[in-house]
């Protein structure tokens, strides 16, 4: 999908710039064709040679270099790629596009362009959330300016919000959705398609619960990449840390009885995905007040196993999804594990993902997955969990066509 695609990467000054670098190593891994353009303030942050070396091109940096505009003007420049990408987008760059200034090498390719733009923005949280920029970041939506990030997380600068430049691989999936066929919005016209996620929240009493980890971020990419298909997303979400995509069907539960409940309410559908981190336990009577610690006493807690959602759903007889496919988050014997665990589940497919601790996975923006079949195994690369939802969303859309 990428392969000999041109792609013109602005970066601009910003912490974030380091990670252009990585950025322009996956693309040229892609078979991308990266030409790449720096602010002055970028090289402050990122050397040319290292990123002329990455890229395997020159650094495009001065509006009046004479060499430069000989070999390669800024108009030729601005309309030589099939997508520019300024990544990162500083407050500075972004307020530039916004204005239509052309006073830099980046924002006058940006000016002279009919090529689409792509941008992942990065700068402080106070810059991201001062009302000039929130303006000009509404005024480049409405140029038809696409959007990458940013995300949340902790930042240079010591603060925590919004305004982390997006990982690169979440930058090269939104790459691959621009240049997606039209035709594939909508391959699952017409499908209803259930998806699980986060956990569920098992109460001990009013303010403890069990719960496994599960931020719920795969399962939400999966629901944007089924809508993306043009399919009828049913999302059925325990307690997660990130938001539910918009334009699905959310359906908010707490706990594992609720989640089973809410999911056969809305059978039938033509694919169910359970990547919900459903608690294998919960506590049999759950206290309606505080349980009170006291000295040399631990609480005596009763045990009840919660209800199998996946194996509940693959084995029913009527009105049973065309293919459910169930998620196994195992520390060791990852493929021999998840194995056994489709056929005991009965489901069709099942996607091993390892989450032991040195992987980084648990939590994380990256995903580390195999998917399992009852003729195949395939062991995917470390990629985005975007990445993982659209091939796993493309790989059910193929069987729910052919159906």
């Not at 990585?22 to 040229?28: C, Q, T």
């Not at 699980?196 to 109460?203: C, I, M, Q, Y």
């Not at 997660?240 to 059978?267: N, S």
Request: with cysteine; hydrophobic share 45%; proline share 5%.
């Amino acid at each position: 999908m990428l392969d000999k695609r041109r792609i013109l990467l602005i970066i601009s000054g910003g912490i974030a710039a380091f990670k252009s670098l990585d950025l322009i190593r996956r693309l040229r891994e892609r078979g991308v064709i990266v030409t790449p353009v720096m602010t002055k303030a970028a090289s402050q942050f990122v050397t040319p040679l290292s990123v002329s070396a990455l890229a395997g091109k020159k650094v495009f940096q001065d509006l009046f270099d004479l060499t430069s505009e000989a070999e390669m003007g800024h108009i030729e420049l601005s309309r030589s790629a099939d997508l520019i990408v300024v990544a990162p987008a500083s407050a500075d760059l972004v307020a530039k596009m916004a204005a239509g200034n052309a006073n830099s090498l980046a924002s006058t390719i940006l000016l002279a362009t009919d090529t689409p733009v792509m941008i992942a923005p990065a700068m402080n949280l106070r810059m991201w959330s001062h009302a000039a920029t929130q303006r000009n970041i509404q005024t480049l939506k409405e140029d038809g300016i696409q959007f990458v990030g940013p995300n949340e997380g902790d930042m240079a600068c010591g603060e925590f919000g919004p305004g982390r430049m997006a990982e690169p691989l979440e930058i090269i999936t939104a790459i691959k959705d621009h240049f997606t066929e039209k035709s594939a919005s909508d391959l699952l016209a017409g499908k209803r398609v259930l998806v699980t996620s986060g956990p569920t929240h098992e109460p001990i009493d009013p303010v403890r619960y069990i719960a496994n980890r599960s931020s719920g971020a795969q399962g939400g990419e999966i629901a944007k990449a089924f809508m993306a298909l043009g399919a009828d997303v049913i999302f059925v979400t325990g307690p997660a840390d990130v938001q539910p995509p918009i334009g699905v069907h959310v359906i908010k539960v707490e706990t594992a009885l609720q989640m089973l409940e809410a999911v056969e309410k809305e059978m039938p559908c033509d694919a169910a995905v359970f990547a919900a981190a459903v608690a294998d336990w919960r506590v049999a009577d759950a206290s309606s007040s505080k349980i009170k610690k006291e000295d040399g006493r631990l609480p005596d807690l009763e045990f009840s196993e919660n209800p199998d959602i996946l194996a509940t759903i693959s084995n029913r007889r009527k009105d049973r999804p065309d293919l459910v496919v169930g998620f196994a988050a195992e520390t060791d014997n990852v493929i021999n594990n998840a194995s056994r665990k489709r056929l005991r589940k009965g489901c069709d497919w099942i996607v091993a993902n390892d989450v032991s601790p040195e992987t980084g996975i648990m939590g994380g923006p990256e995903n580390v997955v195999t998917l399992i079949t009852s003729q195949t195994v395939e062991r995917w690369d470390r990629m985005s969990k975007s990445e993982v939802a659209r091939e796993l969303a493309m790989k059910i859309a193929n069987v729910l066509v052919r159906a």
